[in-house]
């Protein structure tokens, strides 16, 4: 692998957490790996810090950039990757808010909201809405209903992006499994999957 090799992580990556040593050594750690690390953001992110990131060009769209390692995606937007074009949603919506302190151990920015689903359906409409695949970090109602949950606000958003968009594949995080949803979706935990600019199924 070289620097040009993406690895794609769905969400929740935690190398943005606290600003702390903890935070430096991953970052750091990453840095001397020979691939690139690109992360969709999920529901356990310290979005105020990573909304401080600056903004540079990555593949040709604007990311949060953390060192020449690591960045993080912007919702919404789509990437080239691998010849491929990737439609972003960032975020999930938590279970386990009660149990956590907002602003330190969760965040409001976590949620889809309807700003979120209307930017990604102005980005796909400049796609004449076909792109090559969607990362996210919550699946829709779909893989709820599959994995017999309660559909959250953030999955009935983000609906509105998928029933829209004409993708090939769409991968999210957020679940703790690897489980293929159905002939368009699969969800990634331990899973690597590898997207080479020849692919053809997943």
């Known amino acids: 692998m070289t620097k040009e090799d993406i690895v794609v992580i769905m969400g929740d990556a935690g190398f943005v957490w606290d600003g702390s040593a903890i935070d430096k050594y991953w970052q750091d750690f990453l840095d001397k790996k020979p691939w690139t690390t690109f992360c969709v953001l999920g529901n356990h992110e310290a979005y105020h810090l990573i909304e401080k990131l600056p903004i540079v060009d990555f593949h040709g769209t604007p990311a949060r950039k953390v060192n020449d390692s690591i960045y993080y995606a912007i919702s919404g937007e789509v990437y080239n990757l691998c010849d491929k074009k990737c439609l972003v949603v960032n975020g999930a919506d938590s279970h386990d808010k009660d149990f956590r302190k907002e602003g330190i151990s969760w965040w409001e920015q976590e949620r889809i909201t309807q700003d979120d689903a209307n930017k990604a359906l102005i980005t796909l409409a400049q796609h004449n809405d076909k792109v090559d695949f969607v990362f996210t970090h919550t699946g829709g109602t779909e893989v709820c209903k599959m994995l ?14 998928l029933n829209t968009a004409d993708y090939d594949y769409a991968y999210c995080g957020h679940y703790h499994c690897d489980k293929i949803v159905n002939t368009k979706q699969r969800i990634v935990y331990d899973d690597i999957i590898m997207i080479a600019a020849d692919y053809e199924d997943a």
């Open 148 to 161: 017999g949950f309660s559909p959250t606000s953030s999955d009935l958003m983000l609906d509105l992006v």
